[in-house]
């Protein structure tokens, strides 16, 4: 960020989702106008292998699995989901001697094993990673969304993960715990229908999530509204447009406090938000911040001392990506 990086910061997961049959509203949207959501949403990604997610001692030589580490063969077998694993394990004897072949960063390496050990790792294997945020905008002439404003980054494997293919979903907000300084907050929510999805995942970058937008859900906005340039941004009141309940999408007021080239800062000023939230919460990247009728950009990040505090990303660097 172009402002005071001694200050701690860190990204919050928040996504927003507004839905409209994309053929009742493309006759709407204008040259650079896009739809602002604010909903929350689950992203699932379907990772391009079976990764470790904690450290397991596998012998006692002390031989183990790393967290970040990828599965790709046991034995003579070829391991590539944990559907082809439980195949394998399917046959495995307890005394059964394994040996699993892996990639430690970028390095191939091998572990000698039994059935019971590896057994008993199964829980930290997987091959999904899933999370929750604020979908950003719909784009209803292209069947496109944006979502986040930041990366995906799997706490267990401490990376962006390398996927084969992801989804979003419509998610419901069923406990809120409120952030203090030094604490961040964060949203507690399930996915509605997990055969009904919102979208698919085709990037992971470093603005936010993009992907086909498939899905109609309750309008928050009826129209798209035109995006803000940058040196449009005031210095004074604006609006983000986030869920902290059930699957309503609400505006809430913030007053804008400093202005870059590619990004802004913000301080929470609604009472009633700041009493259910006590200040920006983990889940919220991504809800729109909208300023005189303009979209101006997505919620970004937070600086945990000061919880009431935050970042934004404009719009139009994000969709870069996005396009």
């Known amino acids: 960020m172009e402002w005071n990086r001694q200050l701690k910061v860190i990204m919050m997961s928040v996504l927003m989702v507004i839905a409209l049959p994309l053929t009742s509203i493309s006759a709407f949207a204008a040259n650079g106008s896009l739809i602002p959501m604010g909903n929350s949403i689950g992203i699932q990604l379907e990772l391009s292998g079976v990764f470790v997610s904690s450290d397991v001692v596998l012998s006692d030589k ?6 970040g580490d990828q599965l790709i063969g046991i034995n003579d077998a070829s391991i590539t989901s944990m559907k082809t694993l439980e195949e394998q394990v399917g046959s495995l004897g307890d005394t059964d001697e394994l040996k699993l072949t892996l990639t430690r960063q970028g390095t191939e390496v091998t572990i000698k094993t039994d059935g019971l050990l590896f057994k008993r790792s199964l829980p930290f294997l997987k091959d999904t990673t899933e999370g929750t945020g604020t ?3 719909v784009d209803p002439e292209k069947g496109s969304y944006g979502a986040l404003g930041h990366q995906i980054i799997d706490s267990s494997l401490n990376s962006a993960p390398d996927f084969e293919s992801g989804s979003i979903y419509l998610s419901e907000i069923e406990q809120i715990k409120k952030s203090s300084p030094g604490k961040p907050g ?3 929510s399930s996915i509605i229908d ?3 999805t919102l979208g698919s995942i085709l990037t992971n970058s470093v603005y936010g999530i993009f992907g086909d937008w498939t899905a109609s859900y309750k309008e928050v906005l009826t129209e798209p509204i035109e995006v803000m340039q940058p040196t449009e941004l005031k210095v004074g009141t604006a609006q983000i447009l986030t869920t902290i309940q059930g699957t309503e999408v609400e505006s809430f007021t ?8 590619e990004s802004f800062q913000f301080k929470l000023t609604d009472k009633r938000l700041l ?5 920006i919460l983990q889940g919220m990247s991504g809800s729109p911040v909208i300023q005189n009728g303009k979209f101006v950009g997505a919620v970004t990040h937070m600086f945990v001392d000061e919880p009431e505090k935050g970042a934004g990303l404009f719009l139009g660097k994000m969709t870069e990506v996005g396009k």
């Not at 009493?275 to 200040?279: A, P």
């Open 62 to 67: 002390k031989a183990s699995l790393k967290a």
């Open 135 to 137: 979908l950003t905008y």
């Open 186 to 188: 964060y949203k507690i």
């Open 194 to 196: 997990q055969e009904d």
């Open 254 to 261: 913030i007053e804008v406090s400093k202005i870059a080239e």
């Open 275 to 279: 009493e259910k939230t006590g200040g």
